[in-house]
């Protein structure tokens, strides 16, 4: 961690442990020297961007976020080392693609102090990446310096490759299975759509569900992931479930519209309004003017329901 005053000392030994732990996740197959330079890179760039951050004046980074931007540069590094390898780069030019992905991940990750979801930044930061590395191949094709084609190479990614190894050694449970079909299932259809729809579509999901389906929705290979019948199955119980987000929704709005309105109007016209309302009802809105309803547990009434309530002392209000 950065600490201790952001020391020389605390620094370096960031570096250092970021380097180290590299050096537990390469492939087996990955040449000792292979191994050795990127550690190096890890540790240069990630030392580098934590003396930057530390000597800003400009921006009052947090130990949190300037972390956050240090394990970016370093996860970058680890993927793109490895991925530099496999595309047969030659040695000579791994140094300057890092560099030209270190920059790109510094400046994007900085992006962490404006408030951004942090998940949404982690795939802005991959976007950028993996347009900066075909870019990179591109020149280095046309230098004549690449052996692949750059389709071929920019679709080498150690990051999915990765990830696919950490899903493959957890052993899952049957309904965790199930739940990550969902999520690639959903990560699928949203791919497919423009962004302003899914972007609409994620607000009615949990965090949680957003987190995991958006980091799906980065992955190159999804849809060799998913039989195509699964995906077909899982998509109709996802447009099933559609409209309750849809009702939760509406049920907040109404939930807020409501208390508004009873803050807005005495007891004692509430009481008079209700007067020969059921008792189910009374007690309803005495609890909600309370504050002792929460949105998300309350069901006993539905959406429909709760909108007839709300336009009734609309009209009894007014």
């Not at 030209?100 to 802005?124: H, N, P, R, Y």
């Not at 389709?151 to 950490?166: M, P, V």
Request: aromatic share 8%; with cysteine.
């Amino acid at each position: 961690m950065l600490s201790e005053a952001n020391t020389p000392q605390a620094i370096e030994s960031f570096a250092q442990n970021l380097a180290t732990q590299a050096k537990d996740a390469f492939p087996q197959d990955l040449p000792q020297e292979v191994q050795q330079f990127i550690s190096n890179t890890i540790y240069e760039f990630v030392k580098m961007a934590a003396e930057a951050l530390s000597g800003d004046t400009n921006t009052n980074y947090s130990d949190e976020q300037a972390v956050f931007i240090c394990q970016s540069i370093g996860e970058w590094m680890f993927h793109k080392g490895i991925d530099n390898y496999r595309n047969s780069i030659a040695s000579e030019d791994w140094a300057n693609v890092l560099q030209q992905i270190a920059s790109v991940v510094f400046e994007v990750a900085k992006e962490i102090t404006t408030g951004i979801d942090t998940q949404e930044l982690v795939g802005k930061i991959e976007q950028y990446v993996q347009q900066t590395y075909k870019n990179i191949l591109e020149q280095l094709a046309l230098a004549g310096k690449l052996q692949k084609s750059v389709e071929e190479a920019s679709s080498q990614s150690n990051l999915n490759e990765y990830i696919e190894q950490i899903n493959h050694d957890r052993v899952m449970s049957p309904q965790e299975e199930e739940r990550e079909l969902r999520f690639m299932t959903m990560a699928m259809y949203f791919k497919s759509l423009p962004p302003d729809k899914v972007e609409k579509m994620v607000t009615a999901l949990s965090a949680d569900d957003k987190k995991h389906i958006l980091t799906y929705m980065t992955m190159d290979n999804l849809e060799q992931m998913v039989d195509p019948v699964l995906y077909s199955q899982y998509l109709e119980k996802f447009h099933n479930s559609i409209p309750n987000a849809e009702n939760k929704k509406k049920k907040k709005i109404t939930f807020a519209n409501l208390k508004s309105l009873l803050q807005e109007t005495t007891p004692q016209k509430i009481a008079q309004i209700t007067a020969y309302e059921r008792e189910n009802v009374k007690n309803f809105l005495i609890r909600l003017q309370n504050g002792r309803i929460n949105p998300d547990e309350e069901d006993v009434f539905s959406p429909q329901v709760l909108e007839l309530i709300t336009k009734h002392l609309i009209q009894k209000v007014q």
